[in-house]
């Protein structure tokens, strides 16, 4: 959500940059106008001071008409470089600000969301164990209770892991200590562990056995963490999520399909965008920071792999992880 101030603030910069531009280019083909007149009359001027008498008058006139061609042609190449500058100028102004803006929009909502995102769990967590604390409540619902919580701050940990990774990735303070891992058994514990938080949720996996790569265990965990919440967060319940883990020519291929709405054909490169999320902050449903899948890329890229976006049929996303089997 942008602020009023910030709007009218974009709309001075927008006036100021129009007026400079038009000002700039109106001044040069005014320069251009006056100058061309100027040749012209030093041309004539000239011309007035020969003398038709002289033997050499007509050679006089072919310089002075020259002489004036050339100056003429100077202008015009120099008029129209100049503009050519302007305009690579301007347009590279004009993306590198429209940049910077969309970049302060997606931080500005990134921040609201991560303050919504840090203030829920907090509450609920301190409302419960409040609960926990004042009223004699039956093992049943207590039981209830410590889940909710336990959930919550998983959602925490999940997030503060996230932002932690990103930064410390960015910043080049992670020191990525990669060995052989058994993706496989990597693949089914964390599948595990979300069935687990997740118990109505239907998730199927396919993992092939022994499928090793060399990574960092806990970005890859991570990156699978990520993956799997999102589709878990994006589909809806009764609809089906796939975990698929196999080799083909010695690449492992890992690929998490869900039944979800889907993700426009426009919008599959920006979804790997820091802090980019589909849709806006009005008709959003769905909580998060837009991080999940940037770091993702990140720990993939990490990783020599590729990750990419494909349509599921006849309804869904199908995320493709590939990375060198060993
Ligand atoms: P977050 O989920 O916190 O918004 P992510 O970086 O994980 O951030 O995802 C970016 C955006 O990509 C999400 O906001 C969502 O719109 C879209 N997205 C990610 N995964 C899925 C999915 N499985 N199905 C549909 N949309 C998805």
Redesign the pocket.
Known sequence: MFSILKKQRLARITVVYWFLLIYIIAALVWWYIALQHQNTQIARLNQLMLNPDNTLYLKMLDKIKDEQKRKSAQYLGEGATFLLLTFIGAVFVYRATRKQIKLSEQQQNFMM?VTHELKTPITITHLNLETLLKHKLDQAKQQQLISLCLEETNRLSALTNNILTASQLESGMYSINKQEINFSQLVENVSNELSKRFPTRQMKSSIQPEVFIEGEFALLELLLN??L???I???PKGKNIYLKLLTKQGHAILE?I?E????PDH?KEK??DK?????NEET?T???????????KKIVADHKGKIN?TNNTPQ??I?TTIFNAI
């Open positions: 969301a990520n993956l919440s999102n589709a967060k994006y589909t998490v869900d979800g709405e889907g993700i919008e979804i790997f802090f980019y999320r589909v849709g959003r769905a909580k998060g920071t837009g991080i999940g899948l940037y770091l993702c976006v869904g996303t995320f």
